[in-house]
């Protein structure tokens, strides 16, 4: 082990010089340096998306510091990383993230403030990195925010896509995709690096070579190139600064300088065109496999090219590649990125002479795999013929895989053929598919769900004969966790204030156990009533955003009852938005004066639908139908209100999340693995109306039982539901009827358009469940409603809450991961040898 260096050694370098300068004029400076130098402006003659690149890229430099330093440090002691492998980095705006980080907060809005702008409106103009879809993808960029809070060396590695995730437009209520032209702009948190190029092989054919019967030379001459580009991570309270490597492809094919010469220009780049496509574009699917091959090859140019950065690392330390996993442990996030298994023993076998038992050995000592969802529909399977044709040393390797795995249970499980078939990475079915999930869980040393139901689950189907074969041991569970500095610093100012006062220093940004001394201040009546003010601003400051978003005014003294997220049928807004239709019908019956006793309710949704789910786009239909209906009765008015807002996202998530009263995670039991969002929104001081689902139980476990509204059926229940619905008719309540009644007799438009939504529930076997959990789901409502009145009940339900959430910090969950499953340390650049 190569030993920590000292002052003494000589080697060492003073890593306590990184105190960046906070002297106003000095930033002043690098702001008016970037305007003038990097942008030709005059700070006489901007507005503010130039004042936004200028202040953002003076940022930049006091964060490149540290970024250096950290991994100068990191690599000067030999420190082991982990590598954090996704598809989807859901990154959001960095600028008030960096500041907060770096302490620089009030700095930037005094230098900015003498130029005429006010932070908030600059802060305004930095556009979302939308580099995933959901839940997966803003988990990947928590957790790459606490390994650097944490101080713990590590990376994510990504693609970076021309076009992230779409923006949604709503049309005639309508959903409809716009293209996400996020580097239009200049992007400040990215650096270049065409240094770290590295070249990604597809097609071709095998030679075998003559001296081992393991080893191939793959040939091919269709090549890509897959260049670097880094995002800085930026540490809060320490210097450390992580790092996100996003791929870009580029063509290597060379500009062809004889189409050239005989005038066809286009022709002369066309491989770029070709190899641009490849990074293009995020596939908009969210628990949905796409099964496109331009997918299949996304994945394979970024596990290529990260295992290829990952082992030029390594070499650089000269040990020998047993070291491997001493120094690098690899976390494939679902199985997008599963490709890294078999490319890393290619790698091993062909290219670095080693046999397949010492490159097996590397490989599972290496890896360790995340299982997100348990729907059939989400479950990666690629056509054998499809992978042997663009990946054809893969697919022998995939094969060997196999081969040896089912020899070994051969051997321990004599004779027993159904389990082969049963466990094999192929599936025999016409064509015969890869099993991605068997490939990872057969390539990694540790396998975990997201949730502790979630994990039980997946040791119970999916992987039930793996846990008999391979040990209980190997199936671990690591409940998700949302990064505070983000989701409540960052989106909360007000309340993240008072937390500030009752903690005594900003420390619990860092270490939310210490919201516990919250408990100590419950029935402090001063203190309850600022509490209270703050959500109340928090919801002035939506209902605002949902005026000029939308142009519906609603009251920010309504109970605001909120469902962002995906559009899922098993998320079930449309149980939800059947609820609102109910509750409408119910308010129509009473007189004006029974009507104004009722709690006021603001109902919002938001929500992207994939592209190609035809469903769930009628969802999004249906809701802005019923909101139009609703929100135009004169009779109703503020009674009852319904939104949707348009383009979810992680900036939207930060006006939403702080302001709501009850959130909604309402999947049926058993379907949702663990969600995040309601981790959110009880950190921000908001109740959870939900099912017995994810990590809705171990929020109910922390918060206690008074905290939160369950309802519905059970997970265990579920099959025998489903069972039963398949042959029998669904027996809709009442008040499920009604909905369906109201709908038909076109009170929100053509009943025709929504009338296969019903059918799925009466003709086609009610799959998530609605009849079934509609009345207590009701009944949920009724018991909310009645909290809610008791405003002094609420406040103590909303501080317990924040109180007794610490559990769901995502450091927490980032810390058992390095323990548990990556073996690796705490490196703070300040504490090194000093
Ligand atoms: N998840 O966002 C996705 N996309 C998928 O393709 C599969 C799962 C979600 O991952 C989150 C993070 O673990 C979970 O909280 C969520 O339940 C799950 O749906």
């Not at 930037?108 to 939308?130: H, M, N, P, Q, T």
């Amino acid at each position: 082990q190569p030993k920590t260096p000292t002052r003494d050694d000589g080697e060492f370098r003073d890593y306590s010089h990184s105190e960046i300068s906070r002297d106003v004029a000095t930033i002043k400076n690098s702001v008016v340096m970037h305007l003038t130098a990097t942008f030709l402006r005059t700070p006489a003659n901007i507005d503010s998306g130039q004042a936004y690149l200028a202040s953002a890229f003076s940022v930049r430099d006091r964060l490149l510091q540290r970024w250096n330093l950290t991994n100068e440090y990191h690599d000067k002691i030999g420190a082991k990383r982990v590598y954090y492998m996704s598809l989807e980095f859901l990154i959001g705006r960095t600028f008030d993230n960096a500041l907060l980080a770096l302490g620089l907060r009030e700095e930037y809005s005094k230098v900015l403030g003498d130029v005429g702008f006010c932070l908030e409106d600059i802060i305004d103009e930095e556009r979302d990195a939308a580099l995933g879809n959901g839940g997966l993808g803003r988990l990947a960029a928590c957790y790459v925010d606490s390994m650097a809070c944490s101080n713990y060396p590590g990376w994510g590695y990504g693609l970076r896509y021309k076009y992230g995730m779409f923006q949604q437009q709503i049309l005639n209520g309508y959903q409809v995709e716009a293209p996400d032209c996020w580097l239009d702009s200049p992007n400040p948190w990215e650096f270049p690096r065409p240094d770290v190029t590295y070249p990604v092989k597809f097609y071709g054919h095998l030679v075998r070579d003559p001296q081992s019967e393991h080893r191939f030379k793959w040939e091919s001459n269709v090549v890509y190139d897959a260049m670097a580009f880094d995002v800085p991570v930026p540490g809060y309270g320490t210097t450390n600064v992580g790092n996100i490597r996003l791929w870009s492809c580029k063509t290597n094919t060379l500009f062809d300088l004889n189409k050239f010469n005989s005038g066809d220009y286009q022709g002369a780049t066309g491989g770029q065109v070709a190899a641009q496509i490849l990074t293009d574009v995020l596939y908009p699917n969210d628990n949905t496999s796409e099964g496109k091959e331009l997918r299949l090859r996304q994945e394979y140019l970024f596990c290529s090219a990260t295992m290829q950065d990952i082992l030029a690392r390594f070499r650089k330390t000269n040990r020998p590649l047993s070291d491997l996993p001493d120094m690098a442990a690899i976390q494939l996030n679902d199985t997008h990125p599963t490709l890294a298994v078999p490319e890393l023993l290619r790698i091993l076998i062909d290219d670095e002479g080693l046999s397949w038992d010492e490159a097996w050995e590397i490989t599972t000592r290496t890896f360790a795999f995340t299982n997100h969802t348990i729907l059939p529909e989400a479950m990666e399977k690629w056509p054998v013929p499809m992978l042997d044709k663009i990946l054809p040393r893969h697919m022998g390797i995939i094969y060997d895989i196999n081969l040896f795995f089912l020899q070994t249970v051969e051997k321990q499980f004599p004779g027993d053929r159904e389990l082969l078939r049963k466990i094999s990475i192929i599936e025999e079915s016409n064509p015969q598919q890869v099993r991605m999930a068997f490939l990872a869980c057969v390539g990694s040393h540790k396998v975990n769900g997201v949730a502790a139901i979630h994990s039980d689950i997946i040791k119970q189907t999916i992987f039930k004969d793996f846990v008999r074969i391979q040990g209980e041991a190997k199936f671990i569970n690591k409940t998700n966790g949302v990064s505070p500095r983000r989701w409540m610093n960052e989106c909360n100012p007000d309340m993240s204030a008072l937390l500030t006062e009752v903690v005594g220093d900003r420390s619990w940004v860092n270490d939310l156990t210490k919201l516990n001394q919250l408990e100590d201040r419950i029935s402090d009546a001063g203190f309850r009533e600022r509490w209270w003010a703050a959500k109340q601003k928090n919801k002035e400051r939506l209902a605002e955003y949902i005026l000029t978003t939308t142009g519906i005014k609603v009251s920010a003294h309504a109970l605001f009852d909120v469902q962002v997220k995906r559009i899922h049928e098993y998320k079930r807004q449309l149980m939800n938005i059947f609820s609102v239709i109910y509750r409408y019908y119910q308010l129509k019956q009473m007189s004006p004066e029974q009507r104004e006793q009722e709690l006021h309710r603001v109902v919002i949704f938001a929500g992207k639908a994939a592209s190609g789910y035809w469903v769930a786009k009628q969802v999004i239909k249906l809701i802005n139908s019923v909101a139009e209906v609703i929100n135009a009765d004169d009779e109703i008015g503020d009674v009852l209100k319904v939104v949707f807002i348009p383009d979810y996202s992680v900036t939207a998530a930060e006006y939403i999340i702080p302001a709501s009263d009850i959130s909604q995670h309402i999947s049926t039991a058993g379907t949702e693995a663990s969600g995040t969002s309601n981790m959110k929104f009880v950190l921000n001081g908001g109740i959870i109306l939900g099912t017995v689902d994810g990590a809705n139980i171990e929020i109910g476990e922390e918060v206690g039982e008074e905290q939160i509204f369950f309802f519905g059926c059970l997970a265990h229940e579920v099959e025998d539901f489903r069972h039963y619905l398949r042959f029998n008719q669904p027996k809709p309540d009442a008040a499920l009827q009604t909905a369906f009644d109201m709908i038909q007799r076109n009170t929100f438009g053509d009943a025709q358009l929504f009338q296969p939504l019903i059918d799925a529930i009466m003709r086609g076997g009610d799959v998530y469940l609605l009849s079934v959990d509609f009345p207590s789901y009701i009944q949920a409502h009724k018991a909310v409603e009645e909290a809610y009145r008791n405003h002094d009940e609420w406040v103590t339900k909303s501080i317990l809450s924040v109180a007794r959430m610490s559990k769901f910090s995502s450091d927490r969950s980032i810390q058992e991961y390095a323990e548990e499953v990556w073996n690796i340390e705490p490196q703070p650049v300040l504490n090194c040898g000093l």
